[in-house]
């Protein structure tokens, strides 16, 4: 059974850094490019970052071009975002997410939440 | 990058059909056959319904089904049920540097 289980998430004051990780089971973690998804409170959902298998490939949103930086470490079957200079609009539940290379994400964790506030 | 475009809301009776689009650009659901539909109750995590336009991973009733038109993608349920009543979002590739992008989400409500 796939398993995405996100952590990381917490309050944070703006202008701060925030790490969040993903641990994956069940399936062959080097075999599957990996997503970050976001969803701010009541609204709908953002794609925020891509890493192909290897790393080779890695995408961002505008959103968060500069400020975020999405790694992984296939032998620990771990993704990871780093996130900095944290603003007021990033404040969401942040989603660790399979995906089937760039057509389509097919497995979801449950979310982890970030919230940015003074 | 512009999100797609989706209804906010539709509605529909147990046993109707209801059909939700889903309009991008050229340079996203016009371009590739790489449109995808999730299915959102509250609370929980996104689940993959349709992949690459039309297609269903195993375990998904066959009442979901997915078309595409030029810019726009349509997700069509039949035989709604109570348990359909959930959010819906569609998301596609696109030749922009960002990957991928999604709509902004539709709320179905079964009266």
């Known amino acids: 059974e796939v398993q995405l289980v996100e952590s990381g998430g917490g309050l944070v004051k703006p202008g701060g850094s925030l790490r969040l990780s993903c641990a994956a089971s069940?399936?062959?973690?080097?075999?599957?490019?990996m997503n970050w998804v976001r969803q701010a409170p009541g609204k709908g959902l953002e794609w925020v970052s891509s890493?192909?298998?290897?790393?080779?490939?890695?995408y961002y949103a505008d959103s968060v071009k500069g400020r975020f930086t999405v790694s992984r470490d296939n032998a620990k079957s771990s993704l990871y975002l780093q996130m900095n200079s944290l603003k007021a609009e990033d404040t969401a539940v942040y989603y660790c997410?399979?995906?089937?290379?760039?057509?389509?994400?097919?497995?979801w964790g449950q979310g982890t939440l970030v919230t940015v506030s003074s | 990058q512009s999100a797609l475009t989706q209804p906010a809301s539709v509605s529909g009776s147990p046993g109707q059909s209801i059909t939700i689009s889903c309009t991008g650009t050229?340079?996203?659901?016009?371009?590739?056959?790489?449109v995808s539909w999730y299915q959102q109750h509250p609370g929980k995590a996104p689940k993959l319904m349709i992949y690459d336009v039309s297609d269903r991973p195993s375990g998904v009733s066959n009442r979901f089904s997915g078309s595409k038109s030029g810019n726009t993608a349509s997700l069509t349920i039949s035989g709604l049920q109570a348990e359909d009543e959930a959010d819906y979002y569609c998301s596609s590739y696109t030749s922009s540097s960002t990957l991928a992008v999604f709509g902004g989400g539709t709320k179905l409500t079964v009266l």
């Open positions: 997410a399979r995906g089937v290379g760039a057509r389509t994400i097919d497995y």
């Open positions: 050229s340079s996203d659901v016009g371009a590739y056959n790489y």
């Open positions: 890493i192909s298998s290897s790393s080779s490939f890695i």
């Open positions: 069940g399936f062959t973690f080097s075999d599957y490019s």
